[in-house]
T-cell receptor
């Protein structure tokens, strides 16, 4: 069975600082992986996705993620965060027929 | 632009009553999904469909039914609403079993 773990429920960083949000997955096959962002009172929006190939994938708004098969990880990074990045971030692994398994989410807060 | 809409956006229901949540997509997508989100948690799949007039059980289908009368519409039905079904419900669509999912804005359901 597939599963996703986001070990950090909350992360706080200063505006302009770099960011890493952690995601660990479990899958018997090479998975396809997603990062979604949820702003308050809104639905989820896709940040980036990984299917195969280059392990570093670029997303919207300066986000990138790196897939590591050896570490079973798909961490999200951003070089310099902005106050508007405050949101909840979800890592998800894709299963058969598009069924997504989500992590518990990481709430990101930005200090001015 | 692709769009997934949900109605109602918010609903208060009584225990034991019937609740129907509706989802409409203009993406021309074959796949549609219903998830629930509980406070502080990720999303969990309730039902999904990959063709009109057919639905499949997700990971937590107990207490829920689904209906897909057309490609564009996908409903979630709670025949006998219970307190434990208080949550935010999200609908999503995708054009294949591996593509990204586009999410609606969510329906906040409170069962009293």
């Amino acid at each position: 069975a597939q599963s996703v773990t986001q070990p950090d429920a909350r992360v706080t960083v200063s505006e302009g600082a770099s960011l890493q949000l952690r995601c660990k997955y479990s899958s018997s096959v090479t998975p396809y992986l997603f990062w979604y962002v949820q702003y308050p009172r809104q639905g989820l929006q896709l940040l980036l996705k990984y299917y195969s190939g280059d392990p570093v994938v670029q997303g919207v708004n300066g986000f990138e993620a790196e897939f590591s098969k050896s570490n079973s990880s798909f961490h999200l990074r951003k070089a310099s965060v902005h106050w508007s990045d405050s949101a909840v971030y979800f890592c998800a692994v894709g299963g058969p027929l598009g069924k997504l398994i989500f992590g518990q989410g990481t709430k990101l807060s930005i200090k001015p | 632009e692709a769009a997934v809409t949900q109605s109602p956006r918010s609903k208060v229901a009584v225990t034991g009553g019937k609740v129907t949540l509706s989802c409409h997509q203009t993406n021309n997508h074959d796949y549609m999904y219903w998830y629930r989100q509980d406070t502080g948690h990720g999303l969990r799949l309730i039902h999904y469909s990959y063709v009109a007039d057919s639905t499949e059980k997700g990971d937590i289908p107990d207490g829920y039914k689904a209906s897909r009368p057309s490609q564009e519409n996908f409903s979630l039905i709670l025949e006998l609403a219970s307190l434990s079904q208080t949550a935010v419900y999200f609908c999503a669509s995708s054009d294949s079993g591996v593509a990204e999912q586009f999410f609606g804005p969510g329906t906040r359901l409170t069962v009293l």
